[in-house]
């Protein structure tokens, strides 16, 4: 596994799926990290986690459609660690439906959270990252970004706007030596898909060429490499996690 020794994170969705996981292979490698969700308990579950497996970890309540509670989160990780060297903006809802039956506020609260709540968590990162002029910053898309998905055009929107962040920011930041990638996931296994039929998951299985869901930990793995020190010179890139289900 790569070595993150000595190195900050912060994780936002850190409270289950793909963010926890993310936030459990993170200080697997040796980071200290910030977890960020607006469910505590579950925070507080993950920080003795990885406590218990000799890491250290900071609780931070935040709802990233807030912007007081993220300038207040970021100030708690500073005021913690002293530093960030890694963000990575995992949060986000959905409220699916049709495009002519969405409303208003299901369309605003999506985008909102994915993507008006990414763009402020980096905002805030890279108070830190510019002086320190290093830096990792890893955004969450989805396959859908790249594909499409009937039902849900905010969600599709809010990834696929990610993209297009994730590319905009790499070009701004790149002479301070901060990389900004995203990472595309596919269906993962998570408590998103667990209510769902098993004629449904088996449908969407045949539409991935490894004929398997995902796993969290398949995300985590390649959101650890582009936090490392060998992802130095990769940046405003889409890795794409997705069992070969979209191969553009």
Known sequence: MFSLRDKIALVTGASQGIGRATALA??????????AARNTEKLATLVAEIEAAG?????????VA?????????????????KLDI?????????????LRMKLEDWDAVLRTNLTGAHLCIQQALGAMLKQRAGRIINISSVVAQTGNAGQANYVASKAGLIGLTRAIAMEVASRSITVNAVAPGFIESPMTDPLSQELKDK???????????????????????????????????????GGMYMG
């Open 26 to 35: 993170l200080a697997a490698s040796g980071a200290k990290v910030a977890v």
């Open 55 to 63: 890491g250290e970890a900071l609780a931070v309540p935040m709802d």
């Open 66 to 82: 807030d912007a007081v509670q993220i300038k207040s989160g970021f100030q708690q990780v500073l005021a913690k660690f002293g």
């Open 87 to 99: 963000l990575v903006n995992n949060a986000a809802i959905t409220r699916d439906t049709l495009a």
């Open 204 to 242: 969407m299985k045949s539409m991935i060429p490894l004929g398997r869901f995902g796993l969290d930990r398949d995300v985590a793995a390649v959101v650890v490499f582009l936090a490392s020190d060998e992802a130095g010179y990769i940046t405003g890139q889409v890795l794409d996690v997705n």
